[in-house]
C-alpha cells in the first residue's frame, strides 16, 4: 500500500531557531501533499497544500514566513518552521495524494515538535 | 464553506458490541465524498471507509459500514463486533471534488471511542 513518511518523529528546539520537517512519499509519486497542525485532543488543522514545482497554498491565518513548505520533486516536500516560538509545540501530520487516485490521502505517522 | 459536525466527543462501548459513530455536514456542493477516519493512540491516521456521495448504497468494510443520508447530510459509522483495537479517536470528514487544484479535506472535531472488556 502506499506509504508515506516523516522525518524526524520527534524534535526538541530552542525559542528562536528553525527546524525543518520532511515528509516522503516512499512508494507512489505525490503531485500534492498537505500539510496539518493538530493540537492536544484536537481536530487536524489544515495549514497548506503544496504542489510539486509551484508555491505552496496557504490557509487563512497561517503564516507563510513562518511555515516555509518547499515541495521540491513527487516524493518530498518538506515544513520548515522558522523562528520557532514554544506557541509553535504542536503534532504536524502531512498526508499526499497519488497521481493516479484522486480523492484519498495518506497520511505520515507525524512529527511532534516542542519548543523550548 | 463546508463545515462537519461530531456531536459526541467521546463514547465508549463493550467489546463484541455495536455503536455508532454520528457526523452531520454542511454544504451546497452535490459531488463530494464522505470518509472516516481512525486515529489510535500512535496518531497514524488511517482510513476506515469512504463514501462516494453520488452512490446510494452504504459503503462497507468488514465491521465497519455507514449510514448515508444525503439529504438530511448525515453520515454515521457503525462498527460492529467492537475489538479493544478499535479504540481510538474517529475523524468524520468531507471532500468536495473540484478540477484543477487539490480537494482538501474537511475534518470534523472527532469522537473518543473505548472500547472496554
Known amino acids: 500500500g502506499a506509504v508515506v513518511s516523516q522525518h524526524p518523529s520527534w524534535v526538541i528546539c530552542k525559542s528562536g531557531t528553525s527546524v525543518k520537517i520532511e515528509c516522503r512519499s516512499l512508494?507512489?509519486?505525490?503531485?500534492?501533499m498537505f500539510w496539518y497542525r493538530q493540537f492536544p485532543k484536537q481536530s487536524l488543522m489544515l495549514m497548506a497544500t503544496s504542489n510539486e514545482g509551484s508555491k505552496a497554498t496557504y490557509e487563512q491565518g497561517v503564516e507563510k514566513d513562518k511555515f516555509l513548505i518547499n515541495h521540491a520533486s513527487l516524493t518530498l516536500s518538506t515544513l520548515t518552521v522558522t523562528s520557532a516560538h514554544p506557541e509553535d509545540s504542536s503534532f504536524y501530520i502531512c498526508?499526499?495524494?497519488?497521481?493516479?487516485?484522486?480523492?484519498?490521502?495518506?497520511f505520515g505517522p507525524g512529527t511532534r515538535l516542542t519548543v523550548t | 464553506a463546508q463545515t462537519v459536525t461530531q456531536s459526541q466527543p467521546e463514547m465508549s462501548v463493550q467489546e463484541a458490541e455495536t455503536v455508532t459513530l454520528s457526523c452531520t455536514y454542511d454544504t451546497s456542493e452535490n459531488n463530494y465524498y464522505l470518509f472516516w477516519y481512525k486515529q489510535p493512540p500512535s496518531r497514524q491516521m488511517i482510513l476506515v471507509i469512504r463514501?462516494?456521495?453520488?452512490?446510494?448504497q452504504n459503503a462497507t468494510e468488514n465491521r465497519f459500514s455507514v449510514n448515508f443520508q444525503k439529504a438530511a447530510k448525515s453520515f454515521s459509522l457503525k462498527i460492529s463486533d467492537s475489538q479493544l483495537g478499535d479504540t481510538a479517536m474517529y475523524f468524520c470528514a468531507f471532500m468536495k471534488l473540484t478540477t484543477g487544484t487539490a480537494s482538501k479535506l474537511t475534518f470534523g472535531t472527532g469522537t473518543r471511542l473505548q472500547v472496554t472488556l
Open positions: 512508494d507512489f509519486q505525490a503531485t500534492t
Open positions: 498526508s499526499a495524494r497519488s497521481t493516479s487516485v484522486s480523492y484519498e490521502q495518506y
Open positions: 463514501q462516494e456521495a453520488y452512490k446510494q
